[in-house]
């Protein structure tokens, strides 16, 4: 079974400052994914990055990196130079082996940026 | 990224109806479609695994015949919610995720932008 602990049910960061949100997980699998979403409070999920269990480097996208720390089982989102419209909430996730496509959510932490 | 779009965005119904929900990947063919479930402030419970040219799989706790899932085609996968009730009430997403690259890992999954669903 997989699990997602996201222990920080809200955040606030200062604009133009850097915020890292919590993610760790559990799982019996060697190999696996991890994600990370966003949610606005228009409802819809976004796809932010994703990590391999696999991969060697850490996974950034722009202004998101994942600081993946394998023998901790974590996997924390960094958010560098926030912006007022990174106000959302935010989802850690994960899915089991390549191929095996469910994927298990955290509880989400909502991310407020003070101007 | 790739593209899930979802049909209707909002539904308010009345109690005792039937309320269909469309899940349609517009620019990749999913054989695998998932149908999530999000109560206010909570986060995604998956609900069931919808198969294309196959019966759904369903979670544990889920009604399979309260909530009616249908994979007609490859870019295309309907929820009917039957005879809603007020307790149906919920904002319900899909999601889909492209074909496996050769040689690569990873396999994103993208969701709908979502459907709220008030039954009266």
């Known amino acids: 079974a997989q699990k997602i602990t996201q222990t920080q049910p809200g955040m606030f960061v200062q604009e133009k400052e850097a915020v890292t949100l919590d993610c760790t997980y559990d799982?019996?699998?060697?190999?696996?994914?991890l994600f990370w979403y966003k949610q606005p409070s228009s409802g819809e999920m976004i796809f932010l990055i994703y990590?391999?269990?696999?991969?060697?480097q850490n996974a950034t996208e722009g202004r998101y990196s994942l600081n993946f720390q394998k023998a901790r089982k974590s996997a924390n989102l960094v958010i560098s130079a926030s912006q007022l419209g990174d106000s959302a909430m935010y989802f850690c996730?994960?899915?089991?082996?390549?191929?095996?496509?469910?994927?298990?959510f955290g509880t989400g932490t909502k991310l407020q940026v003070i101007p | 990224g790739a593209v899930v779009s979802q049909h209707p965005s909002r539904v308010i119904c009345k109690s005792g109806t039937s309320v269909k929900i469309e899940c349609r990947s517009l620019?990749?063919?999913?054989?695998?479609m998932f149908w999530y479930r999000q109560f206010p402030k909570q986060s995604l419970m998956l609900m069931a695994t919808?198969?294309?040219?196959?019966?759904?799989?369903?979670e544990q706790g889920v009604e399979k015949d309260k909530f009616l899932i249908n994979h007609a085609s490859l870019t295309l996968s309907t929820l009917t919610v039957t005879s809603a009730h007020p307790e149906d009430s919920s904002f319900y997403i899909c999601?889909?995720?492209?074909?496996?690259?050769?040689?690569?890992?990873?396999?994103?999954?993208?969701f709908g932008p979502g459907t709220r669903l008030t039954v009266l």
């Open positions: 999601s889909a995720s492209p074909p496996l690259p050769a040689g690569g890992q990873g396999d994103t999954q993208y």
């Open positions: 919808s198969n294309e040219g196959s019966k759904a799989t369903y």
């Open positions: 620019d990749f063919q999913a054989t695998t």
């Open positions: 996730a994960m899915r089991g082996p390549r191929g095996y496509q469910k994927v298990t």
């Open positions: 799982t019996s699998d060697q190999s696996y994914g």
């Open positions: 990590q391999g269990s696999y991969d060697e």
